[in-house]
């Protein structure tokens, strides 16, 4: 297969070779937000696991939905796509079936019933937009009351931009190093000071870069700031694109304007997201369905308050106050000023940088899947993250720079009213422990898992 862009190391790559195993496999979806890596993963498995490859994007090749317009039987489908694309080769067993952008046509997603039950060629669809309900065009809706949702004929897995340590994989990191890491944190003892310093490095990095695989080589084969900044936003030009293309047309402008306002909802002191910063006089009922739309479509994620540091925490939420974060913590900072990036890379950690590293340990906590959670009271105790870890509550503070974390200390020490006994503190350190208190150093944060 021939490609212009450098592969890197995906995790996606093992979900992959587990379900090619499975002798029950069925048609596999690889859904997540555009621009993280879906295709150009799914086609260097495709081609390195099956001697013939069968190609469909529906976004890039709008005429190829009209394939699916008429009958889904498989071998009338073999024959109309072989058709259309005269290199297709169809061999039980040995053909592997790619439709790409599966969002935009809905009768190929309703297909996957009849190849599943056919069972003679694997099929692998990737879609970006399929969490979004609701907002779709007329004639999109048509075409889903017409062709269901094949449940029970699919597997869905969902696929992140690139964590951390698929970060630290393209810049070489060694298992030894790893492995040493591990140790220190089993041991609660300091790292080294040149790996702390190497590792503190590459997580400012990512901070700047994040995990989207386009920005990831940009930097890692240019390392040029301007040359990143474009990359990102383009991306992010991209994400507005599909705003338009496939919200509704009284919510187009909308939908736009909450993702606008994300920099200045995580800039204020209090970031619970509020409906009078997208515009003044702006309140819940005119944009909670297209926070909604944003949210399906893999680009942000919601971290809720809780009414009580207790578990089970989603019974604990509520449900009307949250913050909003960025799902690639990259794409954040490229909405930011023109010098952030590189006040990051120097280490100048000040202003708003703490919303930046707050956003990073959403990032971080997203790409593992992770439903995010915070404490906040009107009397201004605020723990920035609340998670289960070790299968007890246990509370999380980032910090840009070294710094006081009160609200911590005074959970910690009042556990008959907060029944709270541990916390983890991430910021510019190094490994330390005090009481319930273990600090850590950002770079730890893949190796709690």
Not at 70 to 99: H, Q, R
Not at 337 to 342: A, C, N, V
Not at 386 to 397: A, G, P
Not at 398 to 417: D, I, R, W
């Amino acid at each position: 297969m021939k490609t212009n862009h450098v592969m890197y190391k995906r995790k996606i790559e093992a979900v992959l070779e587990a379900w090619k195993n499975d002798p029950k496999r069925k048609p596999l979806v690889v859904k997540g937000v555009r621009q993280c890596g879906k295709t150009s993963s799914v086609k260097q498995f495709a081609y390195a696991n099956y001697e013939h490859v069968v190609y469909m994007d529906f976004r890039e090749d709008p005429a190829l939905v009209s394939l699916f317009n008429n009958s889904l039987k498989v071998d009338y489908l073999t024959m109309t796509i072989s058709a259309a694309l005269p290199d297709a080769e169809f061999v039980p067993g040995k053909t592997c079936l790619i439709l790409d952008e599966i969002q935009d046509c809905p009768r190929a997603r309703g297909a996957l019933k009849f190849l599943c039950l056919d069972g003679r060629y694997d099929v692998i669809c990737t879609g970006s937009l399929l969490g979004v309900n609701g907002y779709k065009t007329k004639e999109q809706e048509q075409q889903e009351q017409q062709a269901s949702i094949p449940v029970g004929f699919e597997t869905i897995v969902e696929m992140y931009p690139m964590d951390f340590e698929e970060w630290l994989w393209a810049n070489g990191i060694k298992s030894e190093v790893d492995a040493y890491l591990r140790e220190c944190l089993e041991k609660e003892e300091p790292v080294g000071e040149g790996i702390h310093a190497r590792m503190r490095q590459l997580m400012l990095e990512y901070a700047i870069v994040g995990g989207m695989p386009e920005a990831v080589e940009a930097f890692l084969t240019t390392h040029n700031i301007n040359h990143l900044r474009r990359v990102q936003r383009a991306i992010v030009d991209e994400y507005k694109g599909d705003m338009v293309k496939y919200a509704r047309m009284e919510d187009k402008p909308r939908i736009r304007e909450c993702f606008e306002s994300i920099p200045r909802q995580l800039s204020k002191e209090n970031k619970k997201f509020q409906y009078s910063v997208v515009r003044p006089g702006g309140r819940s009922k005119d944009y909670l369905g297209c926070l909604q739309w944003i949210e399906d479509a893999g680009i942000i994620h919601r971290c809720y308050n809780l009414v009580i540091t207790e578990l089970p925490l989603d019974g604990n939420a509520m449900d009307e106050q949250f913050k909003v974060y960025m799902t690639d913590t990259g794409l954040f900072v490229s909405m930011l000023g023109e010098e952030t990036q590189l006040d990051i890379l120097r280490g100048n950690l000040l202003s708003d940088k703490g919303a930046i590293f707050e956003n990073l340990m959403a990032d971080l906590m997203g790409k593992r899947g992770m439903k995010m959670y915070y404490f906040h009271k009107e009397s201004g105790l605020e723990i920035d993250f609340v998670m289960r870890y070790k299968d007890v509550c246990t509370l999380v503070e980032c910090k840009a720079n070294t710094g006081n974390a009160k609200s911590l200390q005074t959970v910690l020490k009042h556990p008959e009213k907060y029944h709270v006994y541990s916390a983890l503190k991430f910021g510019d350190y190094n490994v330390g422990r005090n009481g319930a208190l273990l600090t850590l150093p950002f770079y730890m944060w893949y190796l709690l898992w």
